[in-house]
Each structure stands twice: as C-alpha cells, then as structure tokens.
C-alpha cells in the first residue's frame, strides 16, 4: 500500500484550503491531516477534480489535534 503519511497543518495565520490532486492517486493510498494551532481557523481539506470526500467535495478541520484520515480507492478518498 502507498501512503502519503502524516500531514500536520497550521492555522495560526489563518484559514486555508489544502486541495489533494484529482487524477494520480494510487488506489489504497492514504494520508493522515491533522490540525495543529489552537485558533479557530478552519483549514479545508479539498477533493481534486473528478474526485470526493466520501460524496463531498471538502472536508474540514476546526479544532486543535483534530485528524482525517483519508484512504483512496475508485475516484474517492474515503475517510478511515
């Protein structure tokens, strides 16, 4: 299985919109997002072109430690 590991994000100079790529994901492949600040920014996790978040176009990170685990298969990230 591929994996993208552990992306720690940071809000603290504000909101942000991080878009995985659509097209050239390996099926199983995965990636761990976690918020890491303590402000109330929002960090989007958004899904690339022809792609979703389990039917959802984005998915969204609001509180400080929160995680999404997202795993690939057949044009949809799901989400572990």
Known sequence: QESGGLVLLDGSEGPFTLSL?????????Q????????????ITIRAGVGWTIEGLQAAFLSTQYQTLHLRSASSTWWIT
Request: glycine residues 20%.
């Open 31 to 42: 990636y761990i997002f976690k918020k890491v600040d303590a402000t109330l920014n929002v």
């Open 21 to 29: 790529g659509g097209g050239y994901a390996l099926e199983g492949e």
